[in-house]
């Protein structure tokens, strides 16, 4: 099949998936505004901020209803299909999301009376607060689905590889077995390990990094410290020599399903999953 034709089924699908959020959302902003007006708080200045947390939900909830969509369709479609039409499908289903987005975003301006009005400094300001939170969360949402595009075509480009020497050839440091980095038998052409470069120390000195990076960013979140200071007890293990990896293993995986670490801190979430994957998680 034509590799436009398959993207634009794909767009298709994604467009009925989310259109079933859209009566379940309307009805929340209304819930939102309701309950912010028996509080006498809707006209307070955390309009911007209530609606714009609303939003924020609904975006990454979006985000993940596509990722499932987009790893049910990689089932149905032909490694040579997802390659060849790699670039389409990346720019049709993010322009799509973009704009679904754009659509939800003007149902919470709307349902929180966060429409500009010209010389009302008061309102500007509720709108500022929602925007800067609408655009966060929008970038935010948008990488969580391009990154999954991504994975979904390196894999690809593994399963459509002509023979051995034309599969991708890791040399990397790995302080792991080889068997819990090679999954799939066929993927990959080969891995070399060399577990005494990466040491001790160095794996504490890399986790002490994300933990005092995380910290500060999600304080807040009972969840996300939790799984942070599981993984920074790790630390004293490591430098009085021991390898904790059952341990680390947990703490990074729980830490990589949190979303306020993919909205709050993307760059700590970046060290944790490269973290993850050096040591063949």
Known sequence: ???????????????????????????????????????????????????????????????????????????????DGIVQGESMMRSKVIDFFGRNLSAAAYK?????????????????????????????????????????????????????????????????????????FAQGGSTIGSIAQENSSFTAEELADAISGIVVELLPQLEGDTKAKEKIEELGKTVDELKKGRTPFAKITRALNGLVTIENIAVNAPVALSKIQQLAHSLGI
């Open 108 to 180: 919470a301006e709307v349902g929180g009376h966060l429409i500009p009005i010209q010389g009302n400094m008061q309102q500007q300001a509720l709108v500022n607060s929602f925007v800067s939170i609408v655009e966060e969360s929008k970038a935010a949402a948008m990488t969580i689905v391009d990154s999954l595009i991504t994975e979904i075509v390196v894999a690809a480009r593994s399963a459509h590889a002509e023979n051995d020497r034309q599969k991708p050839n890791y040399t990397n440091n790995f302080y792991a077995p080889v068997s819990g």
């Open 1 to 79: 099949m034509d590799s436009s034709l398959i993207v634009d089924s794909l767009v298709k699908s994604l467009e009925a998936r989310l259109s079933f959020r859209d009566s379940a959302y309307t009805t929340n902003l209304a819930n939102v505004k309701a309950q912010m007006a028996a509080q006498g708080l809707f006209n307070s200045g955390r309009r911007g901020i209530i609606f714009g947390e609303s939003f924020r939900k609904e975006a990454l909830e979006r985000a993940d209803t596509i990722i499932e969509q987009l790893r049910l369709a990689r089932l149905s479609l032909s490694p």
